[in-house]
Nanobody, 117 residues
Framework: QVQLVESGGGLVQPGGSLRLSCVGSRINFSFYTLGWYRQAPGSQRELVASISNGGRTNYVDSVAGRFTISADNAKNTMTLQMNGLKPEDTAVYYC???????????WGRGTQVTVSS
């Protein structure tokens, strides 16, 4: 059974940084597009960042220049480095893996990020 497990969430003051990690088991990240979504209370789930198996990255405009996504396919690990955090970044963050040549999509259970003074 494929599992994605996030870690690294928490409470941080505005302007601070957090680093989220997602480790996959029973999955080969090389065959997937990887990324992070977030969902704030009362809002729809939003794609924050993604990375292709070739290393191309995409970001939603609101985090571009502040967040950096990376992946280590050999270790089945992806990370989201979040700098310059703002209160509006508060949400549950979910990692996902979308099969490149098929329909399979896997999700982590989420990790809470709270930005507050």
């Amino acid at each position: 059974q494929v599992q994605l497990v996030e870690s690294g969430g928490g409470l941080v003051q505005p302007g601070g940084s957090l680093r989220l990690s997602c480790v996959g088991s029973r999955i080969n990240f090389s065959f997937y597009t990887l990324g992070w979504y977030r969902q704030a209370p009362g809002s729809q789930r939003e794609l924050v960042a993604s990375i292709s198996n070739g290393g191309r990255t995409n970001y939603v405009d609101s985090v571009a220049g502040r967040f950096t996504i990376s992946a280590d396919n050999a270790k089945n690990t992806m990370t989201l480095q979040m700098n310059g955090l703002k209160p509006e970044d508060t949400a549950v963050y979910y990692c996902y893996a979308q099969q490149i040549s098929g329909p399979a999509r896997y999700w982590g259970r989420g990790t809470q990020v709270t930005v507050s003074s």
